[in-house]
């Protein structure tokens, strides 16, 4: 009964906030990638992927 009693108050918790935090900082990279690397689309040499 005491782990599941852990469980709730501290490990399910602190697994969602990690998962948040996972999901906020993808979202960060997502809108880096994209207001960095779009840009190039046009022009770029996607096997290596570098701009001309």
């Known amino acids: 009964m005491a782990e599941l009693q852990m469980l709730r108050e501290e490990d ?16 960060r990279v997502a809108d880096y990638c994209e207001s960095n690397y779009t840009f190039c689309l046009p022009t770029c040499n ?6 001309q």
Do not use: E, K, Q
């Open 12 to 27: 399910v918790p602190a697994g969602l906030t990690a998962l948040l935090d996972a999901f906020t900082n993808l979202h």
């Open 46 to 51: 996607v096997t290596v992927w570098t701009c």
